[in-house]
């Protein structure tokens, strides 16, 4: 089973220069997605096995970027959010490849251009069943476990915009309980239920 997880940065810059000391304000809150990120990937001493990330940055005046992270494949990334987010910030500064196109930075590190329904859309192409977190959604449980590949579709601070709900009313809502908690939390309930 693969579990794929796509989190959306609405005010994330995809273009330019981050500012490491200052990950929630002029960042557009990367801390939130970071620790999603973290809680998706990351063991106490190393990586899961089968987990795909993919981060949707979509604040600026450009193009959005979409990066990709591949825990079978992905190598020199430790899980402090500053680490991380210095890997992020070369990643703004290169060129954007067109949308389509999933360039490698390094090991297990993709990025390329796109937004929530290009990911979507190749979901389905790999037989991926999707899932749109929200805590008015059908409760999580570990009937999960008969799919092959699971999707999950989580938003940062920020709740989904009108044109993000419309592309994702297709798709059924779970939830991990009747209380908003940190999408980094959801993620690490969901690796439990599954596990």
Known sequence: MTIKFALIGHRVPSHGKLNLNDLA???????VILRSLNSALF???GIRENVE???HLQGGDRPARRIWFDSSSVRGIHSDER????HISKILELHLPPIGMKNMVKNGI???QGDLENTIKEWEREKTTIFQLDKSGKKISSELKNYD???FILSDDKPFSEKEESILSNYNKVSVGEKWIQGHCVIAIIHHYLE
């Open 149 to 151: 590949n699971l999707g």
């Open 83 to 86: 680490s991380i987010a210095g």
């Open 53 to 55: 990330v993919v981060l």
């Open 43 to 45: 063991l106490s001493h």
């Open 25 to 31: 304000g002029s960042c557009g809150r990367l801390d």
């Open 110 to 112: 993709y990025h390329g």
